[in-house]
């Protein structure tokens, strides 16, 4: 019977969070077009609300084509792989029902997001087309590059809160949010989730300007749709994990979701406002500015927390 809730709540989790997916492609089409003066999708149905549902129809049901060279296994593969890690990663949402909840909760999510380079890597060298593998190498370096600050960032987190559980920020915020403790680390991990889902302005995994379309180019119909949808699901779960964090994290109030979609909505609005960085300024900014300000904070806390276990003792 316990397996079974396991079970059925994982289910209404996938399936809430497409649904989310679904309408958070709606929300970025709509808050594109009003930043650039126009309107966005407005002819399905009321005010363009089933256009996602519109769209996945028609991804799904055009026909898929295959490069002739391409490796076709780990071709076809790569992005299925791509969508479950995505959606795996969703089991340390931290219910109160002890269903997922489990106390290595951080660990986890840095083990997926790991395993997330090689389908990257590995949907570009699978095309055998030198501008997906170009797209594939480039994501590859700055993903590795931005998860070394991340996981720096994490550790201060474990170091300040005593676990590995989500559960543990729910508790320790109750007072006070982190985000007014920790205002340049709340800033460096906004911004090194933007660079982690490959969003603007660290797109370059997809730089149409100088590389068509990155190491998604040979990718069609279904194959494109459950990339889309890996990379949304990312952005949905990077709001979460960043409310959690520094946002208080009271799963069963409504302010918490509001907090979600307030943070997805600032995804958007930097694609819609900011340029995309020079590749050489984006590795400098991970390797000369964000590892030593993690590195620095790390210290700091472990100082701390040293400071207070001596006067305890």
Do not use: H
């Amino acid at each position: 019977m316990d397996l079974m809730m396991v079970f059925l709540s994982f289910l209404l989790l996938v399936i809430c969070i497409l649904v989310g997916v679904a309408f958070l492609t709606l929300l970025e089409r709509k808050v594109l077009g009003y930043i650039q003066i126009r309107k966005g999708p407005n002819k399905v149905g009321f005010c363009g609300v089933p256009q996602p549902f519109c769209d996945a129809i028609k991804l799904f049901t055009k026909e898929q084509t295959y490069p002739i060279v391409a490796n076709y296994l780990s071709y076809y593969i790569s992005p299925i792989i791509s969508l479950f890690l995505s959606l795996l990663v969703w089991m340390i949402y931290p219910y109160l029902t002890n269903l997922f909840s489990f106390n290595l909760g951080l660990l986890f999510f840095l083990c997926c997001t790991s395993m997330g380079v090689y389908t990257v890597m590995v949907a570009g060298w699978s095309s055998n087309s030198n501008y997906a593998l170009l797209g594939g190498l480039r994501a590859v370096a700055q993903t590795i590059s931005y998860e070394v600050s991340m996981a720096l960032l994490l550790l201060s987190f474990i170091i300040l809160i005593g676990g590995f559980n989500l559960m543990d920020f729910y508790f320790y915020q109750k007072n006070i949010w982190f985000m007014l403790l920790l205002m340049p680390l709340m800033m460096v991990w906004l911004s090194s989730s933007l660079a982690e889902t490959n969003r603007t302005p660290f797109d370059f995994a997809e730089g149409e300007s100088e590389l068509v379309s990155g190491f998604n180019v040979e990718y069609s119909s279904g194959g494109f749709a459950l990339i889309f949808l890996a990379e949304y699901a990312s952005i949905l779960f990077m709001s979460m994990l960043f409310s959690v964090m520094f946002l208080g994290s009271n799963l069963f109030s409504l302010m918490f979701y509001m907090k979600l979609l307030f943070i997805s909505f600032i995804f958007i609005w930097v694609r819609g406002t900011l340029p995309r960085y020079r590749y050489d300024k984006l590795m400098y900014l991970a390797w000369k500015c964000y590892l030593p300000l993690s590195l620095n904070y790390l210290m700091f806390f472990m100082g701390m927390k040293m400071f207070f276990i001596i006067l305890l003792i």
